[in-house]
């Protein structure tokens, strides 16, 4: 399973927000107003490269398999699949305007999180928007297993909270993992501030390349086994999931604080 920056964010950005894999796209067009309501570059992470994109770039993406993270052959229970293979649920209708970018590593970094912020503004009325599907999600694949390239990954998705949320807004956090293997995690954000309407997304692999021979020697001195080995790759990816987490928090109170200061 190769890291999500050699596949490019855009196709993640896309099979993660935009659509539920069956549902309708939506006819946005740009909005400079809403160009303006995205994030500096230094509300990410050091060592992402940020890039705008258009809305129409952003439609005109084949959505077919593009999480960038492999075919998932098997997902139990089924509805779960719209969270892996075609997104986390649609945005509201009524959207007619949107903007968006991505937060790429640099380089060749390993274990690093791949962003996408996408911000949409239509006629939502005065109330919080609903109708998007996040929440139904977090009751049905609470607990969740996939199939993917000939490895079997079990998970959840956990409800998550953060003051930086917005009233009405809500967050949650996914697992995939294969003890000592590769894993997927990914963290997804949503609310509204006035007439806007935000989603934002962090998704990492990991695999078990990510910890050198040399860092597994030298934790494992005195138990060279497997066993040592899969818990070290474990704690590993673990405390990347924490920074993850950290890093994702950072970048939401940002995102949010600039919506309610400008939109």
């Known amino acids: 399973m190769a890291p999500l920056y050699r596949y490019g964010a855009l196709p993640l950005l896309a099979a993660l927000v935009l659509t539920t894999g069956c549902g309708p796209r939506l006819d946005l067009r740009s909005s400079s107003h809403l160009e303006a309501l995205l994030p500096s570059s230094n509300a990410y992470p050091d060592g992402l490269t940020v890039e705008d994109l258009d809305v129409e770039e952003i439609e005109g993406v084949d959505l077919g398999g593009a999480s960038g993270v492999g075919d998932f052959e098997h997902v139990e229970p089924a ?3 719209a ?3 075609g997104g986390t649920g649609p945005l509201p209708e009524g959207a007619v305007e949107g903007a968006a970018q991505t937060a790429t590593p640099s380089g060749s970094s390993t274990g690093s999180a791949v962003y996408g912020y996408v ?18 999600l977090v009751d049905t694949c609470s607990r969740m297993s996939v199939s993917m390239d000939g490895t079997h990954l079990e998970g959840e ?4 909270d953060s003051p930086a949320l917005p009233e009405a807004g ?8 294969d003890s000592g293997g590769p894993g997927i995690s990914a963290r997804t954000a949503w609310g509204q501030v006035g007439d806007v309407y935000f989603v934002l997304v962090a998704m990492r692999t990991s695999e078990p390349s990510d910890v050198s021979p040399w860092e597994l020697a030298d934790a494992c001195e005195e138990h060279t086994d497997f066993d040592c080995y899969d818990s070290y790759r474990a704690e590993a ?13 950072a970048v939401l109170e940002r995102a949010v604080e600039k919506l309610e200061r400008d939109a």
Request: with cysteine; charged share 20%.
């Open 79 to 81: 509805g779960c699949g």
């Open 83 to 85: 969270v892996l293979n």
């Open 119 to 136: 911000l949409v503004r239509g006629d939502f009325g005065d109330a919080p928007v609903g109708g998007t599907g996040f929440g139904d």
């Open 157 to 160: 998705l956990t409800s998550e």
């Open 170 to 177: 809500g967050m949650f956090a996914m697992t995939l993992s």
């Open 237 to 249: 990816a673990a405390e990347a999931d924490e920074q993850m987490a950290e890093d994702f928090e």
